[in-house]
């Protein structure tokens, strides 16, 4: 009798953990401007983030929009928007702004899968979860994201993306954008100077000023991290300092400073 009391318990909990896991996992609906949305492919839920398939919320706002696919790349025009979208690539771009998400797109049955709040704001909506009935509210705005010609302040632009190319040219894109938060980082620190060229160039700081090459032409990676940066990336969270901990065992950051983390070369200390 106890050995049947026991099965039925552990059969029970059994069944209410899967039905937990079940009902934690399950996928929202969505409205889009309180109305129904319907989504053609079942979004996902991955580490807390829901993606989306991008056609069907770009198509309900956009309806004019066009579909491509172009060297490797799926490519969205409408009036006031271009969304290009990389598997293997950890953003999207819009209308020239690069927009990060850790991983880069997902796959599901064949459709690229986006988040949901970076692909509303690179559409110029925003995203609300709605608790009570479990579900996704995406409000229109005005348009489209801004451009990054209007967004990226270029002084700013041009001396990030010389700093992280002439510090981590050779490093995994994390890496250079991890060394592009170090310098945002100090400008936003009342420690520092208040603009990128000021950080850039303070004395005793970074050894690209002092040896010149700070002044070399940035390759295509780094200036796209200096825009994901600019645009909110960050890999390495309040991190201040960096240094290479093979070349520099014993520095000041790793000795004073809370470390953070490692990528590619570097070492991160807040």
Not at 194 to 213: A, H, L
Request: charged share 10%.
């Amino acid at each position: 009798m106890k050995t049947r009391l026991l099965s039925a318990a552990m059969c029970l909990a059994l069944v209410l953990t899967l039905a937990s896991q079940a009902a934690a996992t399950e996928t929202p609906s969505f409205t889009l401007d309180g109305t129904a949305l319907q989504m053609e492919v079942a979004p996902m839920v991955v580490n807390r983030t829901t993606y989306v398939c991008y056609w069907p919320v770009v198509k309900a706002m956009y309806p004019d929009a066009v579909a491509t696919w172009e060297n490797d790349r799926a490519v969205v025009r409408a009036q006031g928007l271009e969304l290009t979208i990389q598997i293997g690539a950890p953003y999207l771009v819009a209308n020239g702004r690069y927009l990060y998400f850790e991983g880069g797109p997902l796959l599901q049955d064949g459709n690229i899968m986006v988040p949901i709040r970076t692909l509303a704001q690179a559409l110029g909506a925003s995203v609300v979860w709605e608790k009570a009935t479990g579900s996704v509210a995406i409000q229109s705005g005005t348009g489209p994201i801004l451009s990054g010609d209007q967004y990226y302040n270029a002084d700013s632009l041009y001396w990030l993306s010389h700093i992280i190319y002439a510090e981590s040219g050779n490093q995994p894109l994390a890496g250079k954008i991890a060394v592009g938060n170090v310098v945002l980082n100090r400008v936003n620190s009342p420690l520092f100077p208040n603009t990128v060229y000021e950080v850039v160039f303070q004395r005793n700081q970074f050894t690209p000023v002092s040896n010149g090459s700070i002044y070399r032409e940035p390759n295509a990676e780094s200036v796209i991290a200096a825009k994901l940066c600019l645009d909110g990336a960050n890999t390495v969270g309040a991190s201040l300092y960096f240094v290479n901990p093979y070349t520099a065992p014993n520095s000041w950051a790793s000795r004073n400073r809370p470390y953070v983390a490692t990528i590619g070369a570097h070492a991160f200390f807040a």
